[in-house]
């Protein structure tokens, strides 16, 4: 994989940890902030870290940002968007 490929997969990735469905209900805000909180962290913190490495490590850094958000999924009632015609 090229750099150019590795920088888009971790780009991709960042999107992936926050890019979170909404929440159906306001007592699900909070559940929904707690989880972008955490996700967004892991994000800067995987973001940084390869911003100090070789370029060369990006796909590694994108990999192990997507492992550790899949330990934090949606738990809370996401808002459904009504399908088209209805």
Known sequence: ?????ELRALLQ???EAIDLPHPNTMGDADAYRDLL???AGLAVILA????D???D???WHAAYLRRKIA????T??????????R
């Open 13 to 15: 990735a960042v999107v």
């Open 48 to 51: 940084r870290a390869a911003l």
């Open 71 to 74: 330990e934090y999924p949606v």
């Open 57 to 59: 490590a990006y796909g």
């Open 1 to 5: 994989m090229s750099t150019l490929e």
């Open 76 to 85: 809370y009632r996401a808002h459904e968007k009504p399908e088209a015609g």
């Open 37 to 39: 909180d955490r996700r």
């Open 53 to 55: 490495e070789e370029p």
